[in-house]
């Protein structure tokens, strides 16, 4: 059975059960689906069944078919998020047909159209204040109105607070579903005022998710259910979008105050919020499901190092080695995935840096939060609306240079700035830190050796790989596993360049013997730079890596 729900301006949105295919969209009967307004045609367009599944054909009406937004002779398949345009009528798939049927049309008659509930054919999906489809329908009713009546009344909200502002919209979307008899008195008012005054004023369903700590992670596609990450793993939410107008006005909401801006001529935006969370938006046309929202929660609570051994990332082994890497000023670099936890780590071996050190870091977005007394932090810079102000990582990390530094701290590597990385390193600044998106350790220097050849400085690839070994110590590789929990997996050291490869050993692994519970276990080689390191095995820094030492 095909949903759809109908939206006419000036009347109640509704619910319509297609049970035979094909069906007509018209102006009047014959069509299955009739449309009023004098530019729908009497056979303006058909829903068809083929191969591939659903399609609509235009029948070569004047004002013609909109799909998403563009005008079609045929689109298809059609699926859950399809919004289609006829003569001013939003018509919207809610639900695809279990195609193993044909029955009949479940169409009201012309006269009585506007009057219908609007989720009187609707399967009613459970939820509070009553069920979820009913507040969904409604709540876009409200929205529109809500919108239509602040622009007759011509109120300017400019200078209003937030406050001033939600008190005096809660005022007036109250009056609006006072004089809407028809509202289904299972519905919790209260609860429908708040979702639309959140959407009108505020961000919307992202509200609670977003005071939810719980929270690592918000993903909204388009006005599908909104999905969420908690613990590592993600999951759909009973929370959506009523629209992607909605999604565009909180975009709009978000990052007007950053001084960005996002539409179809500039489809992308990245911005932090007021948080430090990061937010990331697409629009269509490139996003074809509707307006993408990703939004990386800044983590409010500061992981000690006893919190990543508890919780098992590294073992204590694993994270006094580190400490004494960061201490004895060995160059270190975080590798992993999106979302493997590399930023806090780094934040946490960031920490052991003396207080008697001058620190830059250098991000993308500002996440780091270091206590040190000696710390300058630089976050790169997009351009404006214009193509102008932008400052790069790269530029910071130049910059940097002129500032005195005894370590620097660079939130993530992606491109050129890798080149300027690695001579801070080798002219000085060694025991400086930073991440890189990589599956290995070896990998890792792969991707510092592309990074470098991005720079545009034309430089042999021998001579970038004897830069790579002289500068980089350390490796640390980190992973989200299967149940969701972050873990390092391994920890390797560069020893040095031979034959114009970059030699590796691998110190510490995330290994599983015998099928039991993966651990942390030494590999038995020992660091080359504790030679280095008067008393070493007095001081019982051998231990760390097992009987083999």
Known sequence: MLT???????????????????????????????????????????????????????QG??????????????????????????????????????????INVGRPAPETQGLLNPLAHSEPVQGPGGTGSDRYVWRRLFHR???????????????????????????????VI??????????????????????????????????????????????????????GKIEQTALAFSSDDAIRSVIDRIIAPLGRHVDEGSPMVDARLADGSRLNAVLPPLSLSGPAVTIRRFNRRLYMASDLVELGTLSAQMLAFLKLCVTSRRSIVVSGGTGAGKTTLLNLLSGFIGQDERVITIEDAAELRLDHRNLVSLEAR????????????????????????????????????????????????DGSLTTVHANSPRDALSRIEVMTLMSGVDIPLQAIREQIASAVHIVVQQARCPDGRRRVTDISEVTGIESGRVLMQSLFRLQSIEGRVPQHLASGHIPQFLEGIPNARSAGLLDLFGSAA
Do not use: Y
């Open 4 to 58: 759809l729900s109908v939206e006419s301006a000036g009347n109640l949105p509704r619910t319509l059960h297609i049970e035979k295919l094909p069906c007509v969209i018209g102006r009047s009967s014959p069509a299955d689906i009739v449309l009023g307004g004098w530019r729908v045609a009497r056979d303006h367009a058909r829903i068809e069944i083929d191969a591939a599944g659903l399609r609509i054909v235009d």
């Open 61 to 102: 009406s004047l004002a013609g078919t909109q799909v998403n937004g563009e005008r079609i002779v045929t689109f298809g398949p059609l699926t859950e998020s399809d919004e289609i345009v006829i003569g001013g009528h939003q018509l919207r798939v809610l639900a695809l047909p279990g195609l193993s049927r044909a």
């Open 145 to 175: 109105r809500l919108l239509s009546q602040i622009d007759l009344q011509r109120q300017d909200i400019r200078m209003l607070s937030g406050t001033q502002l939600r008190d005096q919209v809660g005022r007036t979307l109250e009056d």
């Open 178 to 231: 006072r004089s809407e008899s028809a509202l289904p008195p299972d519905i919790d008012r209260t609860t429908l005022i708040r979702e639309v005054l959140d959407e009108a004023v505020g961000l919307g369903p992202l509200e609670g998710l977003l005071a939810d700590d719980t929270v690592s992670e918000i993903m909204v596609n388009g006005t599908a259910p909104i999905h969420v990450e908690r613990s």
């Open 382 to 429: 997009p351009s404006n609306s214009e193509g102008r102000g932008l400052v790069s990582v790269r530029d910071l990390v130049k910059n940097a240079l002129r500032m005195r530094p005894d370590r620097i701290v660079v939130g993530e590597c992606r491109g050129g700035e890798a080149l300027d990385m690695l001579q801070a390193m080798n002219t000085g600044h």
